[in-house]
């Protein structure tokens, strides 16, 4: 049996580090706070003095800063969005938004910074820290999962069941009026949301922007697919998808086939909110620990992701310009539930 020998923090304290901060930014995820909970506690568990900066960069432009203590992130684990706040942030992306950053953090003895987000917030910290003299740690949260490098982004789990209960009470309307509902997932350019939700809530046809094979299985399904049924069906929609979302497909059909009763439902900002899963919080409070712990090392300019289900470090330059891949064969299986 091998023994840990657990250095004594101080040592391990390769920065000496005093003071870290932590913000989230880009669009809001379910278990960013327990995420925030996680960064915080961990750090004061290492003797480290927390900064909260509130929304997002823009809060870092204005010092918008606030002191972060256990009990402030207390009672939080289990409520959506998040206690400091978020953006996105035009300013952030002129060396003269970072200028006026980077002096806020120094003048607020600021060693180093945990930003919680998607890959826009990971690009503009790895520009921040190739001008000036901070270290940034990245943790991925966006209900996309569209993070190169990580199987999770924190808040995908989340929106995915918000989504399939939201398609699930649309199927019994569908049922009772012999209806088709195209109904649209959030994922900006990604797929998963709606290729996974797809799956799950048993939908017929899943219209993604990183397959066009799907529009002939809507073809069919129209044609004879939908007659073979209980004449009713659920067409997932994915925002990015080529058609230009699920508004547009729809009135295309409805001119194509009029025999056909036919309704849209835009799932819009529902799938941002709600309290996270189990599975969020757990993964967000794994990673929020694995970000202190990485910033004591001394890495700067990485994301903590998982994978198979362990804590990875991926450089930001991966996790920015590099895409997370989607499993198109789930597309296949989608097909033999529907033939
Ligand atoms: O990136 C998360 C996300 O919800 C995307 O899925 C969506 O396209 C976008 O944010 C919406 O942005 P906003 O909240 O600014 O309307």
Not at 114 to 129: K, N, Q
Not at 145 to 158: A, Q, R, V
Not at 257 to 284: E, F, M
């Amino acid at each position: 049996m091998t023994t840990n020998t657990i250095l004594p923090d101080v040592l391990q304290n390769k920065r000496k580090l005093n003071k870290i901060a932590v913000f989230t930014s880009g669009g809001d995820a379910p278990g960013m706070n327990a995420a925030i909970r996680a960064v915080t506690r961990a750090a004061i568990s290492k003797k480290l003095k927390v900064t909260g900066i509130r929304h997002g960069y823009q809060g870092m432009i204005d010092g918008d800063f606030i002191p972060l203590t256990a009990s402030d992130v207390s009672g939080i684990i289990q409520s959506g969005g998040t206690i400091l706040k978020t953006g996105r942030c035009e300013a952030f992306k002129t060396p003269e938004g970072r200028q006026q950053a980077y002096q806020h953090l120094k003048r607020a003895e600021i060693d180093a910074v945990v930003v919680i987000g998607g890959d826009g917030s990971f690009s503009g910290a790895m520009e921040m820290s190739q001008e000036f003299d901070v270290s940034f740690v990245g943790i991925p949260a966006t209900i996309d999962n569209d993070i190169y490098g990580t199987d999770y982004t924190i808040g995908y789990e989340t929106a995915l069941n918000t989504v399939v209960d939201a398609v699930d009470k649309i199927r019994d309307t569908a049922r009772s009026h012999g209806r088709i509902f195209f109904v649209e997932v959030m994922g900006h350019e990604a797929g998963l949301l709606a290729l996974d939700s797809g799956i799950a809530s048993g939908a017929e046809v899943i219209l993604i922007p990183e397959s066009t094979e799907q529009h002939e299985e809507l073809e069919w399904f129209l044609n004879k697919g939908y007659k073979q049924k209980e004449s009713s069906g659920i067409i997932i929609v994915a925002e990015g998808d080529e058609t230009g979302g699920a508004m547009k497909i729809a009135e295309k059909v409805k001119v194509e086939h009029p025999d056909l009763d036919v309704r849209v439902t835009i799932l819009g900002h529902i799938q941002r909110g709600g309290s996270p899963s189990a599975k969020d919080r757990i993964n967000a409070t794994r990673m929020g620990v694995a970000a202190v712990e990485a910033l004591f090392d001394d890495q700067k300019s990485i994301m903590i992701g998982l994978v198979n289900e362990k804590i990875v470090q991926v450089p930001f330059n991966k996790a920015v310009k590099l895409n997370h891949s989607i499993d198109l064969s789930l597309l296949e299986i989608q097909r033999l539930m529907n033939f």
